[in-house]
Nanobody
Framework: QVQLVESGGGLVQAGASLRLSCAASGRTFTRYTMGWFRQAPGKEREFVAAITWSGGSTYYVDSLKGRFAISRDNAKNTVALQMNSLKPEDTAVYYC????????????????WGQGTQVTVSS
């Protein structure tokens, strides 16, 4: 079993940056792909970004390419999401996710979820 805990959310103005972090504990010796999803009020949870265990492959939703960047530190069992040039439409609860399959995680077939952290971007 893996436990995921997000941090770093908050309230920022449009154009600002935030860095989210997710700390994993438990069966972290498994080579999980890690990623981020988000869910805005009244909308479905959507995929944001993912990174394989080695860091060799990253995945982003097309609409966020160039603004968001995902990274991981396996020695610390953490994954981060750097969010730049934030827009009000980025307002959502952001969830950390882990799964053994990169393709599965991107589809939303996620084995482990974090509790979420709120990101609010004002105009």
């Amino acid at each position: 079993q893996v436990q995921l805990v997000e941090s770093g959310g908050g309230l920022v103005q449009a154009g600002a940056s935030l860095r989210l972090s997710c700390a994993a504990s438990g069966r972290t010796f498994t080579r999980y792909t890690m990623g981020w999803f988000r869910q805005a009020p009244g909308k479905e949870r959507e995929f944001v970004a993912a990174i394989t265990w080695s860091g060799g492959s990253t995945y982003y939703v097309d609409s966020l390419k160039g603004r968001f960047a995902i990274s991981r530190d396996n020695a610390k069992n953490t994954v981060a999401l750097q969010m730049n040039s934030l827009k009000p439409e980025d307002t959502a609860v952001y969830y950390c996710a882990a799964d053994v399959s990169a393709r599965g995680l991107v589809r939303g077939d996620v084995e482990y979820w974090g509790q979420g952290t709120q990101v609010t971007v004002s105009s």
